[in-house]
């Protein structure tokens, strides 16, 4: 509707065209024909005129009303942000007086923990001196290297596998040769995408050889290896392989990355962390490419030193995976700004409803939560096709497990040879994987 200003304007514009009009048919002697035609061509263009002026007016007017809300709501979602991160801190950090009072207690239940992992322990010793007789007996269903290895004893020489009834000086001397003599070996399992099921990452898996061509697993030599002392020497020899494997991945397909675990330990040896680093250093070019790999109960127990060694290789453009994750108690953030940019979650867990009733996030909502900060899901021990179609529910990107492929040996010239190696196993794919065996 045409408010009184329009009419207004509107009376004024058809006065002036009226005033030209008689101006011009008694001043200028025009006929009264040719005087109401120049006043009525004069009307329309100041007609004309005001259409214009009142549309870019009416622009300027939108604009400027779009650009307030465009800012109000630029607010609320950052005030939203900020809510909560402010709600999720006060939902994670306890209150003073109630530490207080349970710090007490988790002392009590952290000497208790030991104490269980001791009996644990124990009963795994036992366990393993069982299996050491039939020790010819097929691969277990599972990787070894997918379970947490159990604590070495805090005394008396370890007595688990091949290594019953030595000492310490015995296996250290066993361990070290095997170091020395390039028989900790390199296996290679596959993680493909979801549900393309293309090879986008390898896992780097340790296994050691004896005199005797005997295999053994990480999860029966780390532990002896970690009593010993030599975890970090295992670490540094690893890590020059797969920066070897790497190399020769980039040069055949730069979208192929390597995970490989570290152990703490390693993170908190001066000398063998600074030739890991200086060597990692000066092969940076391929830090996106290598990722650095620690379980989830060994990274929240990370202390000081061991954070200041992640964060120098973080600095120089390495990335971190946490696997065997436990619980969705997880600070995507907190994780992110600290270099994490994967988290491998058994497909188990991930599927478990008493998992999922028990934890503060739904693990349906964990993949886009770690998306928002740069974080990968990846779900590994699949070992069945349901499993794969359960998880495509959860939008998760990336799969390992046996039924992709089983872990392959490296072969030497792939670490020491000229050629690119074709013998790096890819998933379903029978015929190279033949050929690695």
């Known amino acids: 509707m045409f408010g009184y200003g329009s009419l207004f304007v509107a009376a004024c514009m058809t006065l002036i065209a ?13 006929t009264e024909v040719e005087a109401s035609l120049i006043a009525l061509a004069l009307l329309f263009a100041l007609i004309t005129l005001e ?3 009142a549309r870019r007016r009416d622009r300027a007017d939108f604009s400027d009303r779009f650009e307030g809300l465009a800012r109000a709501a630029t607010d609320i979602a950052r005030e939203v942000g900020e809510l909560r991160h402010r709600i999720i801190a006060i939902e994670m950090a306890p209150a003073p007086d109630t530490r207080a009072t349970t710090d007490p207690l988790a002392k009590e239940i952290a000497a208790l923990a030991e104490l269980i992992e001791d ?3 124990s009963v795994a010793v036992h366990d393993a001196m069982l299996a050491s007789r039939a020790y010819g007996a097929p691969a277990p269903a599972v990787p070894a290297e997918s379970m947490e290895p159990p604590p070495p004893p805090r005394s008396a020489p370890a007595a688990n596998g091949p290594f019953g009834g030595k000492t310490d000086q015995d296996i250290k001397a066993l361990v070290s040769d095997a170091i020395e003599s390039g028989r900790i070996e390199l296996y290679l399992q596959p993680v493909v995408t979801l549900p393309q099921r293309k090879v986008r990452f390898y896992e780097a898996l340790s296994r050691m ?16 290896a970690r009593a010993v002392g030599l975890l970090p020497r295992i670490d540094e ?7 070897q494997i790497v190399r020769r991945l980039a040069a055949k397909n730069r979208e192929i990355g390597l995970f490989l675990n570290i152990a703490p330990e390693t993170l908190v040896d001066r000398e063998t962390f600074g030739e890991i680093l200086g060597y990692l250093d000066a092969n940076r ?3 996106p490419s290598l990722m650095l790999e620690l379980p989830q109960r060994a990274y929240r127990a990370l202390g000081a030193a061991e954070q200041t060694s992640l964060s120098l290789l973080a600095e120089r453009g390495f990335r971190f995976s946490l ?9 995507a953030r907190g994780l992110a700004e600290r270099g994490v940019r994967f988290l491998k979650v058994p497909a188990e867990l991930l599927l478990n409803s008493e998992q999922q009733d028990a934890s503060h996030i739904h693990p349906a909502d964990l993949s886009d939560l770690l998306g928002r900060y740069g974080i990968d899901l990846v779900a590994d021990h699949i070992e069945s096709e349901n499993v794969v179609v ?15 492929a089983q872990p392959r040996p490296v072969r030497a010239e792939v670490l020491y040879g000229d050629r690119v190696p074709s013998e790096i196993p890819a998933a379903n794919t029978p015929a190279r994987a033949a050929r690695s065996a």
């Open 18 to 30: 009226a005033s030209v009009g008689a101006v011009l048919h008694y001043a200028a002697q025009m």
């Open 119 to 121: 009996v644990a322990h």
């Open 323 to 331: 696997d065997r994750i436990e619980d969705f108690r997880i600070d």
């Open 390 to 404: 359960d998880l495509l529910d959860f939008e998760v990107r990336y799969g390992q497990g046996f039924l992709f």
């Open 285 to 287: 070019a391929l830090a």
């Open 209 to 224: 050889r004896l005199v005797g061509d005997t295999m053994i697993d990480a999860a029966r030599f780390i532990p002896v």
């Open 237 to 243: 020899r690893l890590v020059h392989n797969c920066v």
């Open 51 to 53: 259409v214009s002026a």
